[in-house]
C-alpha cells in the first residue's frame, strides 16, 4: 500500500518528511519515483495521467492537492476510483483572509481613495458602520462558511446562498435557484466561493448583476469560467457594480490586452485568494488514509454526479 505524489515539489517534499516521521507505513514516492505500481493505492494530484488503470492497476483514491475538483474529467476514471478534494484548515485561513480583505477594502471604499490619490485628491467620504453593509456568499460551503464566520465577528451582516437548504448561527441561509432572487436582492457585497459544476458555469452573469442593489461590489475567488466577463465590464461601465475583485479568470493568466488588467474599477489577482498549506493539509491527508483503510467516511469525497 503506498502514495504516488505529483505536484509541487515543495509541498511533496514536506510530506515526504512528515509522513516518513508518522506513518512509516505507508510509502511515498515523488512524481516520477513510483516504487512498484502495483502497490500503488493512492494517488495525489491536480491531473490524471492517461493510462492510469493500467499504470496504477490498484489505485484506489486520487486526491486532488485542492480544494477544487473539477479539473478531473470524471468519464476517464477507471470504475471504482474515488475522488477527493481537499479540505484543510490551511485552505481555509488564506481564503478567510483574502475575503476579509476584500469586504473591508470595498466596504471601506479603498478603490476610490487609490484613485483619488493618483489625482491628487484629498476627499473624505462617509464612513458606515460594518452593520449596514450585507455581505452574500455564493457557495456557503466549506470556504463559505469560514468566511461568513469572521465577517460576523466584524459586524457584517452576512448571508449565504447553497444548493441544498443550510443553517448557520448569524447566517442569513438561502438554498437552491428559487431562493437566488431574494439573496442577491439583499447583496451590497457579492462574494462568490462556489465550486465549478455544469450548474455553476457562467453563473456571474448579467441577470445576476441585475437583481443585485445598484452600486454593489463583487468579489469572485471560486472559479474562472463562472464569470461572464464581457456582462462583468458592462455592470461596471453602466456603475450596476461599483468594484470588482476578482481573483479566477478564464483563462489565467488573461492574455496581456485583455480588458480586466486596465479597468479602474476592478482589481486583479493571480489566483493568490488560498493555497494548500503542506503542513496541515498532509495531517488531513493521512488522516484520510487511514478512515479509508478501516472503511470509514472519507472528508471531502466528491460525488461525480453533482461535480463537486
Ligand atoms: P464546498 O464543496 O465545501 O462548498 C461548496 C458550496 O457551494 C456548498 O455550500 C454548495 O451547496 C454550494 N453549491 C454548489 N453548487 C451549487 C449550486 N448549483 N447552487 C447553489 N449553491 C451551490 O467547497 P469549498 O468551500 O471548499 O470550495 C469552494 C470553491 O472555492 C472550490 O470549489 C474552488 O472552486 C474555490 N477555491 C478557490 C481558491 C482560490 O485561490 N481562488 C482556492 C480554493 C478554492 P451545498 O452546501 O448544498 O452542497
Partial sequence: MSIVYDSDQHRGLIWQAWLAEHAPDLPFYLWPETGDPQQVNYLVTWSVPDNLSERFP??????????????FDYSRLPPGVRVVRMIEPGIAQ??????TFSVLALHREIPMYLRQQQKREWKKGRILPTETCRVGIMGL????????????????????WSRTPKSVSGVTCWSGDEELQPFLAESDILVCLLPLTSRTRGILNRDVFQQLPAGAGLIHA???????????LTALDSGQLSQAIVDVTDPEPLPE???????????LTPHIASETQP?????VLLENIRCHQRGAPIAGLVEPERGY
Fill in 58 to 71: 490498484n489505485l484506489k483514491v486520487i486526491f486532488s492537492v485542492g480544494a477544487g475538483a473539477d479539473q
Fill in 257 to 267: 490586452d485583455h480588458p480586466f488588467w486596465a479597468h479602474p474599477s476592478l482589481w
Fill in 141 to 160: 460551503g466549506t470556504l463559505g462558511e469560514a468566511a461568513a464566520l469572521q465577517l460576523l465577528s466584524l459586524g457584517f451582516r452576512c448571508s449565504g
Fill in 94 to 99: 488564506s481564503m478567510t483572509a483574502y475575503i
Fill in 279 to 283: 503542513e496541515t493539509s498532509v495531517r
Fill in 222 to 232: 471560486g472559479r474562472g469560467q463562472q464569470l461572464n466577463h464581457g456582462d462583468l
